[in-house]
């Protein structure tokens, strides 16, 4: 990639190839695709904790559903972080800050309203799932553009 192509590239919002960014770049778009892949798991691990919590409680409780729930929030921020730092476009970084609010945010919010009134414990359960299909979407826009050559953006 020359210069210019480069600096066409920068003012039109298109990211650089993966070949001419840093080693520091790489890394980090390596590490927000795989925390993405984590972050999905954990999202189904949620949901089994989540039923063994309610229909078990007496002897499991919603601790671990709630213990996950807060690693995965901090899960989503260092998402955020590699995103901010692999600059794989502008989708996939408001989408990394979506997962973010929806995870450090929503879900306590709504979770503690729902001890008063069960539509948001509702609302909790599909903010659960919007998360998940969230960060499904970044890993799979993020794997797309890696088997194209290029980083993936979209300005």
Do not use: C, K
């Not at 990394?96 to 008063?116: E, I, K, N, P, W």
Request: proline share 3%; no cysteine.
């Amino acid at each position: 990639m020359t210069e210019n192509q480069a600096m066409r590239d920068a003012a039109a919002g298109t990211p650089a190839r993966t070949a001419a960014a840093g080693p520091a770049r790489r890394g980090a778009a390596a590490g927000y695709r795989w925390l993405l892949l984590i972050f999905v798991a954990g999202g189904a691990v949620q949901i089994f904790l989540a039923g063994l919590g309610i229909f078990h409680h007496h002897s499991v409780g919603l601790g671990p559903h709630r213990a996950l729930g807060f690693a995965l929030g901090g899960l989503a921020v260092l998402i955020l972080v590699l995103a901010l730092v692999a600059r794989p476009g502008g989708r996939a970084v408001i989408g990394s800050v979506v997962l973010v609010v929806q995870t450090d945010l929503l879900q306590s919010l709504l979770a503690g309203l729902g001890d008063d009134a069960a539509v948001w414990g509702g609302l909790h359960a599909l903010d659960g799932l919007a998360a998940i299909a969230v960060a499904w979407y970044l890993n799979d826009r993020s794997r797309s553009g890696e088997r194209g050559g290029r980083v993936r953006g979209d300005g």
